[in-house]
């Protein structure tokens, strides 16, 4: 028997269409590649999030896990796994994971972020030696740097927000940018002014040393080109991801570029039946918010609604 609503993506654009699609009623599941609430779970686990209504201020991981119990509760099935293929046919959708396993839905909503993603690397001599060693790419937990030295890579919001989580648990916090100046909100920026960081302009890491483990990071000033070692336990290096190929070219909607979907006011794709929400979607004025995720999503819910209830005439 077919669910009335597939929907592509757990993070809170798709747990929110998950909810509002049970308050019409209509058997839905969730399929989420990564981790379930996201972003916010895989990536900012232990980042506090300050926009989010209601909270004046909550980590991104608990607030994943209170969108996706909340889509529990309303009754949405939720599994894991990759959907690599959706196929129109029959008046409804069959999607194929990369497991093999298959589901049928009379209508689909895509709310996948912007897609399964990669860090970007610096690509220097000792990166991938001490992965997992001493290098890593996100926070997972703020409490396991209590005590080290941190050198935080990158110049953008979430490296400097990185830096500022850990200042308070770590022994020394240094931020390297290889620019004059950082390309981020300025609050971030006054905050790590104010905070006990220390900051290298114009600076870039050329190597990283260690015996087991990470323990040392050369790093050279891009104007004088002098080197300098710091003794370090941890680097976080913070420079941006890469997608990983996206299925969307295959399924036939119409796009904007490879990885964002174009959608109408009522966030229909041009495939009747298949509508998108959150990250993903591109129209005149898009912002990537959270909040603008999940009204999206209760927008998509309500249109799905009436593609299935044809002619709908309330």
């Known amino acids: 028997m077919p669910y009335d609503v597939l929907i592509v993506g757990g993070g809170p654009a798709g747990l929110t ?3 509002y699609a049970r308050t019409r009623k209509l058997s839905t599941l969730i399929v989420e590649a990564e981790a379930l609430g996201g972003q916010l779970a895989w990536l900012y686990p232990t980042k506090s999030v300050y926009d989010y209504p209601s909270y004046i201020a909550i980590e991104g991981a608990e607030l994943g896990e209170l969108f996706t119990l909340h889509a529990r509760e309303s009754g949405s099935e939720i599994v894991q796994g990759e959907v690599v293929d959706i196929r129109g046919g029959d008046g409804g959708f069959h999607a ?12 689909v909503i895509l709310a996948m972020g912007m897609g399964l993603f990669e860090p970007r690397r610096l690509g220097i001599p000792g990166e991938t ?6 290098v890593e790419y996100r926070v997972r937990d703020r409490h396991e740097f209590k005590g080290h030295r941190v050198l935080v890579v990158g110049g953008g919001d979430s490296a400097l927000e990185i830096a500022l989580e850990l200042v308070a648990l770590a ?23 104010k905070a006990p960081i220390e900051v290298l302009y114009n600076a870039e890491v050329t190597s990283l040393e260690g015996d087991d ?79 603008t995720g999940c009204g ?16 709908y005439w309330a």
């Open 213 to 291: 483990r990470l323990r040392r990071a050369v790093v050279y000033d891009n104007r004088t080109l002098k080197k300098t070692e710091f003794d370090v336990d941890s680097i976080i290096i913070n420079i941006g991801f890469k997608p990983k190929p996206s299925p969307l070219p295959k399924w036939g909607i119409e796009l904007e570029g490879e990885r964002l979907i174009k959608v109408r006011a009522d966030m229909s794709t041009s495939v009747p039946g298949i509508f998108a929400c959150g990250d993903i979607v591109s129209y005149p004025g898009k912002d990537k918010r959270i909040v």
């Open 129 to 134: 030696e001490f992965e997992g060693r001493g």
């Open 296 to 311: 999206e999503a209760v927008t998509a819910v309500m249109s799905v609604y009436k593609h299935l209830k044809s002619p």
């Open 96 to 107: 194929v994971l990369r497991d093999g396993r298959t589901y049928d839905a009379k209508a």
């Open 171 to 193: 022994r020394h916090v240094v931020l390297v940018h290889r620019r004059g100046e950082f390309r981020a909100m300025e609050k971030n920026v006054e905050a790590v002014l």
């Open 17 to 19: 269409a998950g909810i």
